[in-house]
């Protein structure tokens, strides 16, 4: 299973987190994000285009924008 970890900086502030996908999936839905499709494809989506300098970054601009970056977690950063 791969391991991830993940920030979300919004205007309400940035949050940090760590796990599996379905971690991450959870992670993005709870945030209520505005502009946001189903948690499970901003989640699909970013991690189908893959990971650019061992990180994949999703922006939404807007007035109340946010930006979710993640990356895999090697082995000895797994907790």
Partial sequence: MTAYSWTLTSPAGTSSASGDVDALTR?????????????????DLLL??????????????GSDGWTLAV???GNSERH
């Fill in 27 to 43: 992670f993005v839905r709870g945030a209520r994000l505005s502009g946001l499709m189903a948690a499970d494809w901003v989640v």
């Fill in 48 to 61: 189908a285009d893959g990971f650019e300098n061992g990180e994949a970054v999703h922006r939404h601009e």
């Fill in 71 to 73: 990356r895999p977690l």
